[in-house]
């Protein structure tokens, strides 16, 4: 019986398509594959994931790689827009207010820099989250084992017990390696649909909405008591 779900952030409660950000904005394909390489693609962008690097270092960084192939440009139009495409996935919201309704432990385990992180945090969504574990914090990153054992350990999770989400087939298939239910994010329809698989119940979207409503009441209720 499975009581924790586990959710990647990046591609799963957060909209994160780089490519169709760059094919949005270059319509080029080989540009595109070089930036890619140079940015969200890039030993860079894999330490901001891991804390070890600065933001500023990063694209300091990335914008020198790119001066010597002559993509100035295009690394710092990525560097100046890319966090536009992290948009909240409110169907993904929706699911997971439905399982929070149905009793299962919510928690997070993502690939992120600090600073994004940061942004990610103060959304409404994120009070559904019993916990969690991003890599800028513990300087790991997905599919390494470890940072899978950190979330299990921190906060007392049975293996068996739990499902892990991600947009990442590696991923996924690390958490299953450990004996953690894997599923792979496609879309919306096969997510809820490997969910039913499992025998995952959740109430109805009435009656969510109910509880969203009865949450906002009584958020609003706090900050009227706090003014």
Known sequence: MYKNIIFDLGGVVVNFTPRDFLMDRFMNKKAEEIVYDLTFGSKEWSEL????????????IMLENAARCGRTFEVQTVIDEWESILQTNQRTVKTMCRLKLGGYKLFYLSNM???????IRQRDFFALFDGGVVSCDVH???PDPKIYTTLMQKYHLTYGESVFIDDSKQNA???YNLGITGILYKNHKSFERALGLCKIEMPDNRSVRDWIRARQRETAQQKNNVT
């Open 49 to 60: 994931d891991r804390g070890v690097i600065s933001r500023g270092t990063a694209n300091r």
């Open 140 to 142: 790991l990153n997905k």
């Open 173 to 175: 298939q690390a958490a």
């Open 113 to 119: 820099a600090q600073d994004t992180f940061e942004n």
